[in-house]
């Protein structure tokens, strides 16, 4: 028996809310200044919460006055009582592994265990005299129950990633999913898919929706989930993306998002590439100093204008700052995401980074030339077209010997302050990205 639900009470003590998942997102706070998406809303307080939490005491409720639900794991509560006990048991029906199982006048008890698990609960009624009676049984079935699925970063990137295995666990469970995201990014998806509902936390709150709520999930990239509480497996080993499918129980198999867009006509009339240089941190950007420069020239030279889409033509702290490439036509600025999309739809190419816009440019269907060295390839989407020196130090973010510093700009964690820093986009030239480039379908 493998013991994973470990938050018990009295049933006459305050019951344990599920204690809030501490995801850290894949980009610090400034992803909006650095990847291009336009009005980010600003970082959260330290002492809010990255999601809502479920009620106290569980929210469905079943005979003998016990109450269950799924929301941040099994939650399964039973009354106090003067005389005999009762007995919980906790199942992974498709394992087939007794989790849990306790004897108690009265408890509140919470698997250890957030994301999704096919739970089974027992509930036995174990009289003075010792005679046992089966009191409540549930096997978890989403069908036709309200199902909450948090995003709670903000960033563009992130959002993009996870949101299509939102759409698939809803399908798969035929359940009523609310998702709760970016007020910025839900205009992108809103209408793209009818039968979700799409909320901010805060419209979320306001309308209690966790109080009927039968299974609430969490999707974050939880680098310090040690006992794998969170996520059935580290996101670093997996990717960014299919973290979200390993989370909510559903094939990782990845899949670009749809859009909606309210305007799709195609914005200039000559042939174009767009890029985006900016990042959040700078073991993101191509740190190579001559590297844009040489491939604007050569996609000029091609007959090709180039678009900047960044958010900002410069960005950066302290002594290391980075500008808008010369060459470049410089469409920055604090756009609406639907004019980023609107833009990358008809472009020929779109070359960037590990950033937000590269996972826009994806879900826009257009072909993504991505250059990366801090990110091993299998983080994100599939692309022909990426970047990689296999020569240099590379892949620190999907090293979990590493821990990723949010508030460190300058973050290179195997040769910061040494001439070998950022070596993993330095040393990418601009003949490999030019190289990738003639790949490219005419």
Sequence with gaps: MSETAVLVSSATEAPPVAGQPQAASATPPQEAAAAGAAAQPAAKTPDKPAYLPPPALPVMEGPHGIRYDFNLGARVHVPERKDGTWRVILRDLDTGNILFRHEAAGATITSSKRYYVRFGIEVTDIGADGVERPAFTCEYDARGQDVIIQLPVGTLGDTLAWFPYVARFAEAHGAKVTCLLSGVILPLLKDAYPNLTLMTSEDAEKAGITGKSYATYCIGLFFDDKECN??????????????????LGVSPHEEAPRLHLPDESRPIPEPYVCIAVQASTQCKYWNNPTGWQDVIAFLKSKGYRVICIDQKTVHGTGLVWNHIPHGAEDETGNRPLAERARWLKH???????????????WAAGTKVVMISGFTHPTNEFETPYRVINWHTCNSCWNDSSERFDHHNFLWCPRHENTPRQFECTRLITSEHVINVLKKLPA
């Design 230 to 247: 969170q996520q059935p497996t580290d996101f670093r080993f997996v990717g960014l993306h299919r973290t979200a499918g390993y989370i």
């Design 347 to 361: 472009a020929d190419a779109f070359i960037g980074l590990s950033s937000g816009l590269a996972w826009l440019a």
